[in-house]
């Protein structure tokens, strides 16, 4: 009797993981055909090419959006079995996540920015010193001048 018992705790055990396999992918299904579903991957795209991640394998645009919504639906995972969330809390989850995604982009890009500027900026005083002005003659000019002129005489 109490082997039938560990049994039937197993077969419930069993029935019950079942059950949250099901949920899980009912709550993907409805992720993955919820209207702002194309958004959140593009947005999840975007985050990942300011990382630099999405550039590597720009040939390969539809793999990256194959493994973009693998990721996103395997962290997706709301605290509530997909039967309990309805369709409003859905969407609410679906517009925080499109913006949490926005705004992480936004964050990222920022340094590189300023970075960029900094390095737009050496760049140019380094191109200003490298130029011949009126009150410091270049050294180099002067000194090709001097060794052509011994040629000449």
Known sequence: MEANKNNNVGVNHHHHHKEEE???ELLKIR?????????????HLNCLKVGGIGDRGRNNSKSNQ????????????????SMQLNQSE???????????????KEAME??????????NGMHSQLRDLAR????SP????????????????
Do not use: W
Request: net charge negative; with cysteine; proline share 5%.
């Open 90 to 104: 859905l969407d609410l989850f679906m517009e925080g996540y499109c913006s949490a995604l926005s705004k992480l």
């Open 138 to 153: 270049d050294v180099f000019l002067q000194e090709t001048e001097r060794n052509n002129s011994k040629y000449v005489d």
């Open 110 to 119: 920022e340094p590189q920015q300023q970075t960029i500027a900094f390095i």
């Open 66 to 81: 194959r493994k973009a919504e693998h990721s996103i639906s395997t962290k997706i995972n709301p605290c509530c079995s």
């Open 132 to 135: 011949p002005t009126h009150l």
């Open 22 to 24: 099901d949920d899980d």
């Open 31 to 43: 992720i993955s055909s919820h209207p702002l579903y194309e958004r959140l991957v593009e947005n």
